[in-house]
């Protein structure tokens, strides 16, 4: 069975590894697809022949902010059907009510513990089987 990729957006090399660790602990087959910020993002979906299923993107980007590459994926006629998922340190309301505006799917901070990232990716994934 073919794997579903999904891509994270973010800069932290040890955040993308726990990330992928806890994809492989809720036993879903997800091949994990790192990009540093906005402009690697695009040259991966660019290169890439399949889409991502999933989209998880950091606030804090180096570069073009997080928004600003959510922004840049909702208007693009390729990839604005990819949900993105906001995934961010920040608890911030503006920013939950600013990135729903843009199109995100959900808004995540990111938890403490492999525990709740488990319950965050278990709950994206089922919900996602919902609504497709």
């Not at 604005?80 to 808004?107: C, H, N």
């Amino acid at each position: 069975m073919l794997k579903s990729k999904i891509l994270l957006i973010d800069d932290d090399p040890e955040e993308f590894e726990i990330f992928c660790r806890a994809f492989a602990n809720i036993g879903d087959r997800i091949l994990c697809i790192q990009a540093l910020n906005c402009q690697d993002a695009f040259h991966e979906l660019d290169s890439s022949v399949e889409l991502p299923k999933y989209i998880f993107l950091d606030l804090n980007l180096p570069g073009s902010n997080g928004k600003y590459c959510l922004r840049q994926l909702k208007n693009h006629p390729k990839y604005f059907s990819v949900p993105v998922f906001i995934y961010t340190t920040s608890r911030w309301q503006l920013d939950l009510e600013e990135t729903k505006k843009l199109g995100a799917q959900m808004f995540f901070t990111k938890p403490n513990n492999m525990h709740e990232l488990n319950k965050i990716l278990t709950f994206v994934i089922s919900e996602q089987c919902k609504s497709s």
